[in-house]
């Protein structure tokens, strides 16, 4: 049962333009949100995140969206660069499990066009 | 500062041999993490490991994979008697210890292939 869900396995965006990135949850229980992005031949780089108590967090030209009701979370990155380029992974953690283990969806590939 | 670094970066080996996978985490985090990706997959949890707590093996997918990490530090991941659904990148991540709001920063991680 795949718990975190992103439908969308690519994504291809103008530079300058809006990149929106899509991310679904099942299990209720994920009270904190995570947005990983990775290169080819790179481990995993961390981005935002998000607490369940928040709707919106913000950093830069990343903004992450919770929609609790909806179990829906997107990234949002404002304006793009080629340098955004990446596969980008999100990733919930359930309030009972204290210890931090993720749950990560199948990733969105980002492609940038100059 | 040194990040998480894994060892070997590419492992070929064939169908029943063991492997062993190395990770060293960042000085100083006490929790580690295990994931392995699988090819267009996303990352799957395997293995946990939080300061002298025994570890959260509830990912690993059968008896053949086992890990242990020594003095708080270092952790190896054994495949025993590979299989060629074994291929994949495995991943090791480290945080600072036990509040899940931690960053887990990774590993570039080790390519598997089974032949």
């Known amino acids: 049962d795949q718990q975190v869900k992103q439908n969308s396995p690519s994504l291809s965006v103008q530079e300058g333009r809006i990149s929106i990135l899509n991310c679904d949850y099942t299990n209720s229980m994920f009270d904190y949100f995570l947005w990983y992005k990775k290169y080819p031949a790179e481990g995993p780089t961390f981005l935002i995140s998000i607490s369940s108590i928040k709707d919106k967090n913000e950093d830069g030209r990343f903004t992450v969206f919770l929609n609790k009701s909806a179990k829906h979370l997107s990234l949002h990155i404002v304006p793009s660069q080629p340098g955004d380029s990446a596969v980008y992974f999100c990733?919930?953690?359930?309030?009972?499990?204290?210890?931090?283990?993720?749950?990560f969806g199948q990733g969105t590939e980002l492609s940038v066009k100059p | 500062g040194a990040g998480v670094s894994q060892s070997p970066s590419n492992k070929v080996t064939e169908k029943g041999k063991d492997v062993e996978l190395r990770c060293d985490p960042i000085s100083g985090h006490t929790a580690l993490y295990w994931y392995r990706q699988s090819l267009g997959q996303g990352l799957e949890f395997l293995i946990y490991f939080q300061g002298n707590s025994a570890p959260d093996k509830s990912g690993l997918p059968s008896d053949r994979f086992s890990a242990e990490r020594t003095g708080g530090s270092v952790s190896t991941l054994t495949i025993q008697r590979t299989q060629q659904e074994d291929s994949a990148v495995y991943l090791c991540a480290s945080s600072l210890g036990m509040s899940g709001g931690d960053t887990q920063y990774f590993g570039p991680g080790t390519r598997l292939t089974v032949l």
């Open positions: 990733a919930a953690r359930a309030r009972y499990n204290q210890g931090g283990k993720l749950i």
